[in-house]
């Protein structure tokens, strides 16, 4: 999303990598739609529900278990030098959910649908998933310092998840460590399109989740 309010980018100062670059011009207008959508363009103000916030969670729990299932599937089975295991962000969703007393595997909190998502068949599309869920998590240090001004959430209760790698300096770090990586297909033309389009479904995907847990939620 957007730098100002949500979860796609963050107030942190940083550099991005060529290859982050390009997909931050490429994303843009999925930046700014996810920025507008009702159930996150509130997120950052005063008087936002906590029931919405809880379906947003939900929402994203179903979300990252099919892209993260994906990751690990990936790299288990390849040599490329990049570690998720610190990385792995259901758990941090499962801990907010708890925290509100929500098993997201009842049928009222799941998806209409099951999400599905391949096993990424390249580095390429590797790449442009972690790119979307990276930079989600930068953006969650901006979410994670209003939560714990308005609602008194912290990491410890009910925003494991947006408090993320928890300060500036190592959520940067991260960051800096995930270009360094994305690098490896800068001049791999093929590699970079497989990247624009897997981080563009992962936009298309969190969008359309949302817009269906809205309906829900509205009706």
Known sequence: MHQKLDSHHSSVKIRDSSVCSHLR??????????????????????????DKYTVVLAAYYH???????????FLQNSSFPFDYGERVKLPWLMADLDHFGIDPNMSTWQPLAPIELA?????????????????????GQ????????THSLTAGSG????????DASETQRRWQE????????????????????A??????????????RHAQFES
Request: aromatic residues 10%; charged residues 15%.
């Open 25 to 50: 011009q490429v994303t843009h207008l999925a930046h700014v739609r996810l920025n507008q959508h009702p159930m996150l363009s509130g997120l950052t103000k005063q008087g936002y529900s906590m």
């Open 119 to 139: 096993v990424p068949a390249c580095v390429g599309t590797l790449i442009g998933r972690l790119y979307a869920i990276e930079g989600a998590t930068l953006g």
């Open 159 to 166: 925003a494991r998840f947006f408090n993320g790698y928890g």
């Open 178 to 197: 995930f270009g360094a990586f994305a690098e490896s297909v800068a001049g791999e033309p093929d590699q970079l399109q497989c990247a624009e389009v």
């Open 142 to 149: 901006v979410v994670s310092s209003h939560l714990a001004q």
């Open 63 to 73: 979300i990252y278990a099919a892209i993260e299932w994906g990751i690990g599937e």
């Open 199 to 212: 981080a563009m479904a992962i936009f298309e995907l969190i969008e359309a989740q949302l817009n269906e």
